[in-house]
Every structure is written in C-alpha cells, then in structure tokens.
C-alpha cells in the first residue's frame, strides 16, 4: 500500500502538470476547457513539484507531511479555479491529507515516547563492575538457580538495562482478527521500569499505535487510531499499576540477573516452579514461575486485571515460552504466546518473537 499510495501522488501531480502546459502551449489539452494564465501556469508547476517533492519525502523522510500541507493547500486552490475541468482532484487532496494526518499523529506520538524514554534512561549508568558469581544464587531457590545459570549469566556483568525490538501479532478481541505489529522497548532494570512502543497494522494504510509503561511504581497505557483518535488512555490507578509490575516480572527472563536484584523475592513450590513476588514503594504483585527440570523457562501465570477502566476483571494471565535463542551471550526465550484464560475458553491474544537485544546500552 505504501507505493500505491505514492503512486497517487505522482499522478496527482502529473495531472498539475497539464495546468503548466495548457498555460505555455506546449501542448494542446481539450480536458482544460478554462484558459489559463502564465502566471497561473507558473503556480500549477509549482504545484506539481511540491506532490513529486512530497513523494520523495514519503517515501524516504519521516517528516514528509509538514510539505504535503502545502502541496495539498495550494493544489486545492487552483482546483477551485478551475473546479469545472479539476473537481476530482479534490478526492485525491482528501486521501493525501487523511493519511497526512495519520502521519502527523504517529509523528506527535512517538516524539513523546521519544521523550519519555529519554527521561527514563537518564539515572541508568551502565558503567559497572559487578559480575555474578554463583554465591550470588545461593538464597535461591534450586529451580531459580538453575534457570539464572542456563541464561547465560554467570561471571557476566549484571543487566541494568534492556534495549529490544519485537514483531508478532496480536487479537484485541476473542474473535477479532489477528493484527501484524512491531515494537520496541527499553527497561531500567536497576529501578525497575520500562517503556513499550508498538505500531500495530490495523486496516491498509492506517496504524494503531500504543505506549504502555512503568516507572515508580505506577502504570500508563495509552492507544491512539491513526496516531490521533484515543482508544485507551488509562494511567495512575491500581489496576493499570498491577497489570504494569506483571508484566514487568514476566518480561524479566529477557534479563535474568533481574532476578537478584532486591525487588525480587522467591519460594519454592516445588522441584520445577517457584512463587515469585515483585515490591515496589511497597506495592507488591506475585507470580507462578514454572520451569523445565533442567532450568529452562517454560511459563509465567499470575492473576491480572483483564481490560481497563472500572470494568476490569481480575483474571488468570498466562505466558508460555516457545523457543529460546541467544542474544549477547545470554539465552532467553525469544518467542512468546500470551494467553487470557477466562471463563468462556482461552483467549491467545498476543503471538511475539524478540528479533534484537541489547543488554547496558544507554
């Protein structure tokens, strides 16, 4: 869709470009029954020029929309001038500026995640000495153990952030249909927090674009329709806040030495899966750990608010490990179903692989 769409715009400017020749004569077009001045042949050219300029910028900038406006403004004029011979070229100004505004909208959205991700890294100093020794293990519990172990990560320097990018494809409802997306995410695993970005492909041309985070304690999630219509704007209360610290423990065998860290406490249930409990400003979530009797991480079950606002429904969340790979030197599960178990059957909502990873990356 994307080169159909600057397809579009050639021709549209082709089309202007008819206005320029009728003006100097070099060529003779019955389509133009209105004459047309040099000087307003002069502005037709310009016209052109701006949607071949603006087709570039799309296909290579991501600011393309800021010359768009003018292109779409000034070929709009002139279709009024001559609104007998160049009405239709306002169907074609409409698409431009719709998807023009989605553009804006995405820009607008991942600027603020831009900054806010700024602000997140900003106390991260990645500059440390401390590697993990085994004594490191030993108030945990043999399962745990054998899972930090078979990560990768001892006599390695401990993870104080996380940088990575994922694909995959997500439900918003049982029965809806599975949307293609791509995300990106940085963690501060020292003051445990993290920031997720996403563009989900919801129809031809239009995006969902979501921002979901943890820092302090507290929780946001924020998804906008073409970069500009809210869909969920959730934030600061203590459902958004306990679905953000799950998720956060879940995500933590992307980077185990999480494990140790003081947030974290742990109990044995059993030879293969351990109670893990997650406290921040004294707020705490648990969680189910289950894992292979040679460590190896198999699943994450916790109870997590189930939608968002007041309706929100406490239920069973469960993430299953599908392969493992190594990233850096450590090996972790790289691709991820995420199920809502719930009363009417379960509901496989997320399918995600981590395609790259960066561990002590500011």
């Known amino acids: 869709m994307r080169f159909v769409f600057a397809f579009l715009i050639i021709v549209h400017g082709l089309i202007h470009l008819m206005g320029f020749l009728k003006a100097f004569g070099f060529a003779n077009l019955n389509q133009l029954s209105k004459n047309i001045s040099k000087t307003m042949g002069l502005f037709w050219l310009f016209a052109a020029i701006l949607l071949f ?3 570039l910028f799309y296909l290579t900038k991501d600011r393309w929309f800021f010359i768009a406006v003018l ?11 001559s609104w007998k011979d160049a009405k239709f070229g306002t169907v074609a100004n409409i698409i431009i500026l719709m998807v023009c505004m989605s553009a804006y909208g995405n820009y607008i959205f991942n600027k603020k995640v831009s900054n806010e991700t700024t602000s997140l890294l900003k106390g991260v100093s990645v500059n440390n000495d401390s590697i993990i020794t085994k004594e490191y293990l030993t108030h945990l519990p043999e399962i745990v153990q054998k899972w930090i172990q078979n990560s990768g990560v001892i006599a390695k320097e401990k993870m104080v952030s996380v940088w990575l990018k994922q694909q995959g494809a997500l439900k918003t409802k049982p029965s809806g249909k599975w949307m293609p997306f791509e995300a990106e995410q940085h963690f501060d695993v020292s003051h445990p927090s993290f920031i997720w970005s996403t563009e989900v492909d919801f129809m031809p041309m239009v995006k969902m674009v979501g921002r979901d985070k943890l820092v302090n304690g507290e929780g946001e999630m924020l998804i906008k329709m073409a970069g500009l219509i809210p869909v969920v704007d959730e934030g600061k209360n203590e459902k958004i806040n306990q679905a953000a610290m799950l998720r956060y423990m879940a995500e933590m065998v992307w980077f185990p030495s999480a ?3 003081k947030y974290m406490t742990w109990e044995p249930i059993d030879s293969t899966s351990a109670k893990a409990t997650f406290t921040i400003n004294y707020k705490s979530v648990v969680g189910l750990f289950k894992f292979s009797s040679e460590g190896h991480f198999l699943s994450f079950e916790a109870q997590r608010y189930y939608g968002a606002g007041d309706d ?5 969340w469960y993430v299953q490990s ?3 790979k190594e990233f850096d030197g450590f090996k972790i599960p790289n691709k991820c179903e995420v199920i809502w178990k719930l009363k009417e059957g379960d509901f496989n909502w997320l399918n995600l692989e981590i395609i790259d990873l960066k561990y002590n990356v500011k």
């Open 53 to 55: 300029i603006t087709t």
């Open 312 to 316: 929100a429904t406490l239920e069973t």
């Open 71 to 81: 292109a779409i403004v000034l070929s709009q004029i002139l279709i009024i001038m």
């Open 259 to 261: 494990a140790l860290n």
């Open 322 to 324: 599908k392969s493992f």
